[in-house]
């Protein structure tokens, strides 16, 4: 936890810089939404957004295999618990474009329909660009009560398909066959010959 690493006084007074953190200059993958800088002030714990993967001293990067994580998803009004995997390095460009693996995605929230704790969905995100992410295409979404025990998320990788299992139930496999720009049938947008 962020106040395990730091204190609780620093969740809501600090800042923290995840550019180059730990004298590494590729520690925060993605500068959009809220950057790669957080600051609490007023009291607001903004501070404990970041996720705690930053305070670690590698990274794990991988091509094929599998990867299992047990986890018991937070409750609370408006939380957005997730568990990704996104490209070490960007070789295609910026998201969506080399990809995210989202292992699982919920929500706090008790009761609030389609984004509650009982809720939860596997999801890669890839396409050129914004607004062709094309997630629609490989996502999954099942129910269980997240927030009230501890599941098991798992992903096997091999060179043929990416499946996405929960408990050991199958819930998403994703063949894409030759490439990803074949399966999503961009050439229909596009006319590249």
Same mark, same amino acid.
């Given at each position: 936890?962020?106040?395990?690493?730091?204190?609780?006084?620093?969740?809501?007074?600090?800042?923290?810089?995840?550019?180059?953190?730990?004298?590494?200059?590729?520690?925060?993958?993605?500068?959009?939404?809220? *950057?790669?800088?957080?600051?609490?002030?007023?009291?607001? *714990?903004?501070?404990?957004?970041?996720?705690?993967?930053? @305070?670690?001293?590698?990274?794990?990067?991988?091509?094929?295999?599998?990867?299992?994580?047990?986890?018991?998803?937070?409750? @609370?009004?408006?939380?957005?618990?997730?568990?990704?995997?996104?490209?070490?390095?960007?070789?295609?460009?910026?998201?969506?474009?080399? *990809?995210?693996?989202?292992?699982?995605?919920?929500? @706090?929230?008790?009761?609030?329909?389609?984004?509650?704790?009982?809720?939860?969905?596997?999801?890669?995100?890839?396409?050129?660009?914004?607004?062709?992410?094309?997630?629609?295409?490989?996502?999954?979404?099942?129910?269980?009560?997240?927030?009230?025990?501890?599941?098991?998320?798992?992903?096997?990788?091999?060179?043929?398909?990416?499946?996405?299992?929960?408990?050991?139930?199958?819930?998403?496999?994703?063949?894409?066959?030759?490439?990803?720009?074949?399966?999503?049938?961009?050439?229909?947008?596009?006319?590249?010959?």
């Amino acid at each position: 936890l962020m106040s395990d690493w730091k204190d609780e006084a620093f969740l809501s007074s600090g800042e923290l810089n995840l550019w180059g953190m730990n004298g590494r200059g590729d520690v925060c993958t993605a500068n959009s939404f809220y *950057g790669c800088d957080r600051v609490g002030m007023n009291g607001r *714990g903004d501070v404990c957004t970041a996720n705690s993967f930053y @305070g670690c001293d590698r990274v794990v990067a991988f091509k094929y295999g599998r990867i299992e994580i047990r986890a018991k998803m937070p409750r @609370g009004d408006w939380l957005w618990p997730a568990i990704w995997m996104l490209p070490q390095y960007w070789p295609y460009g910026g998201w969506p474009a080399s *990809g995210e693996i989202d292992i699982v995605e919920s929500r @706090g929230n008790d009761d609030y329909g389609s984004i509650s704790n009982q809720v939860g969905s596997s999801t890669m995100h890839w396409g050129p660009f914004w607004p062709y992410n094309f997630y629609d295409m490989t996502t999954s979404e099942y129910s269980a009560d997240f927030a009230d025990s501890f599941h098991v998320w798992r992903v096997d990788w091999t060179s043929t398909d990416i499946k996405f299992y929960v408990d050991d139930d199958l819930k998403l496999t994703v063949d894409p066959g030759t490439n990803f720009w074949d399966y999503s049938g961009i050439d229909a947008i596009y006319d590249n010959p």
